[in-house]
């Protein structure tokens, strides 16, 4: 690239999602369509951070978009060494990482022990007299990469039946809730009815607290005039994402994103296959992206975000396509 004839992009960051890395030889998902790749997941994270280093605009920080690595770790009591294995090779960049929380997180650590834990990035949310993160055992933040953008980063299991004890009260309402709408012995298996599909253990939701701080969020970015890009592991939109993989309450989120201008993107991991749709009301960018989980090793998955007063620009790498997304 000609550096001196492009403009400089207000800030840039790489996406990735859905590495899954574990020490295992190569396997089938669910439904054994799809190969998954958990030993050379690792080399397509090292391909990633090798182009972002390279790369003209370097990324101020890293969106790790969940499921970092596989829940087939426990059964091996390899959940620690797989986790070092890759916050070792994140290290390796120069910027800060910004981790989401997915279902396979849960399946290697209860939930205050990934808060006692390098995937606790709450640390690099904004110090503001109005409060950084939603509460004390929810993994979500803000902070504001330059003036006049801010990122939230939302947790998808708040609500939900993964990484709480079971003697919870949160626990049994997770429940109570999911057996409302999955009748089924085996909680991981959807419902029949489509339009509840998404009721299943592997899913969650977002809390009351956490949409209400959400919304706090936003009311003041948008005094602010500022742009705001949400991260979480869980699709909100039904356009980008197989029905079942959808977050328990999305349509309570997209209300109120659609009750405040600020939000211009919304990103999310889990189907392991991309997706993009901009929602015809709200113009907001709704984001799904390709896992390295189920990308050969010979391909790549991942993305470099550079972000304009106007738009953003997306260089996708192997499976993830480019787009221009205008603000
Ligand atoms: N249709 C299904 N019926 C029963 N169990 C399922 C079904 N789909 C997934 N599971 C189980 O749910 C868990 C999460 O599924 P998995 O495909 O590993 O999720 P991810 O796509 O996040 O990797 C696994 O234990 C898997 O065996």
New binding site residues.
């Given amino acids: 690239m000609d550096r001196c004839c492009k403009e400089a992009p207000l800030f840039t960051f790489g996406v990735i999602a859905?590495i899954?890395y574990a020490d295992l030889d190569d396997g089938y998902?669910?439904?054994r369509t799809r190969k998954r790749y958990y030993r050379t997941s690792l080399q397509l994270l090292k391909k990633a951070q090798k182009s972002w280093s390279e790369s003209d605009w370097k990324p101020d920080f890293i969106v790790q978009l969940g499921?970092i690595i596989?829940?087939f770790n426990a059964a091996h009591g390899a959940s620690e060494r797989a986790l070092e294995t890759v916050l070792a090779e994140f290290s390796s960049g120069s910027g800060p990482v910004h981790h989401v929380w997915?279902?396979?997180e849960f399946y290697n650590f209860s939930r205050s022990a990934l808060m006692r834990s390098g995937l606790n990035s709450k640390v690099l949310a904004d110090e503001s007299p109005t409060g950084t993160s939603a509460g004390s055992d929810i993994h979500a933040y803000h902070f504001s990469p330059v003036p006049g953008f801010r990122f939230v980063i939302m947790d998808a299991y708040d609500v939900g039946l993964l990484g709480r004890d079971e003697s919870s009260e949160q626990y049994q309402a997770a429940k109570d809730l999911i057996q409302r709408f999955n009748q089924n012995q085996?909680l991981?298996?959807?419902p029949g009815r489509l339009d509840l599909s998404r009721f299943?253990?592997?899913n969650g939701g977002f809390s009351q607290d956490q949409l209400d701080w959400l919304d706090s969020v936003l009311s003041l970015a948008n005094r602010k005039q500022e742009k705001v890009l949400i991260a979480s592991h869980l699709p909100v939109h039904p356009y980008v994402t197989d029905p079942v993989c959808l977050a328990w309450n999305f349509e309570e989120l997209l209300a109120i994103i659609r009750s405040h201008s600020s939000v211009v993107c919304y990103m999310a991991g889990?189907t392991?296959v991309g997706a993009y749709h901009q929602d015809e009301d709200t113009r907001v960018h709704h984001l799904t992206m390709d896992g390295v989980?189920e990308t050969p090793p010979h391909s790549a998955a991942f993305c470099t975000i550079s972000v304009y007063s106007d738009r953003m620009v997306l260089k996708g790498s192997g499976t993830v396509m480019d787009r221009v997304c205008l603000f």
Wanted: hydrophobic share 10%; proline share 5%; with cysteine.
């Fill in positions: 859905d899954q998902d669910y439904s499921d596989d829940g997915g279902n396979h085996d991981n298996c959807p299943t253990k592997f889990h392991h989980i």
